[in-house]
């Protein structure tokens, strides 16, 4: 079967042989179910009833803020877990809106069903336990970066912690609309927040590279 090729890629299935998950499989309730284009997965406050692991396509993250403004929290592609880690707990509720990128299709596994994989491999008892701890910090550096009043602290944050290459350059990975919906402004405010941080003679940017030409000068942004 293809879909358990690409399950047992997810990070909560991952280190268990293809023939050993579908066994797994086969003693639980779970279905496969496909979506469209911006079709809605979860609505943020929905409860998390369920693990849902994307096996095509991806999805993102995203809430609004009191302005109006859409904040992109996380893009999530195959093979990974939407909501993994609020499965359990007192308000194991989605945190956020949850919508597909593209067609795509996702394996649910109800709450009950997964405790019963849970008991029955230890390798997924660690996995899933190794995936709520990275969670929690990927949370937590992500309201320190939300906690940042400028676009250009916003800016300085990002850049500082993409990792250059061997030559010192940053390699942005996303589009400047991309950066616009994760800082949850208009696209326009970011080019002229690296216009001005380049203008500066902090940075040097051309398309998606970046030189930090004064990193003492844009660590001050993080300040403001």
Not at 183 to 197: D, K, M, Q, T
Request: aromatic share 8%; glycine share 6%.
């Amino acid at each position: 079967m293809d879909w358990i090729e690409k399950a047992s890629q997810c990070p909560i299935l991952k280190g268990v042989a293809p023939d050993n998950l579908l066994n797994l499989f086969s003693k639980l309730q779970f279905q496969i179910k496909s979506y469209q284009k911006d079709e809605v997965l979860a609505i943020q406050g929905d409860e998390v009833n369920r693990l849902m692991i994307i096996i095509e396509g991806s999805a993102r993250g995203e809430m609004t803020d009191f302005s109006g403004h859409i904040i992109k929290i996380e893009d999530v592609a195959a093979p990974k877990p939407l909501a993994g880690a609020f499965l359990f707990g007192n308000d194991n509720r989605f945190p956020v809106d949850v919508l597909a990128n593209e067609p795509l299709k996702v394996l649910i596994i109800y709450r009950d069903e997964f405790l019963k994989l849970l008991r029955m491999n230890e390798i997924v008892q660690m996995n899933y336990l190794n995936l709520v701890g990275s969670k929690a910090q990927f949370l937590s550096r992500k309201i320190k970066f939300l906690s940042f009043k400028t676009i250009k602290g916003k800016i300085a944050h990002y850049l500082i912690g993409l990792k250059p290459d061997q030559n010192g350059t940053i390699h942005i990975p996303s589009s400047q609309q991309e950066l616009a919906d994760l800082f949850g402004v208009a696209r326009p405010s970011v080019a002229r927040a690296l216009g001005e941080l380049e203008q500066e003679g902090l940075i040097s940017a051309q398309n998606r590279t970046v030189d930090i030409l004064d990193k003492p000068g844009l660590l001050k942004y993080l300040n403001e």
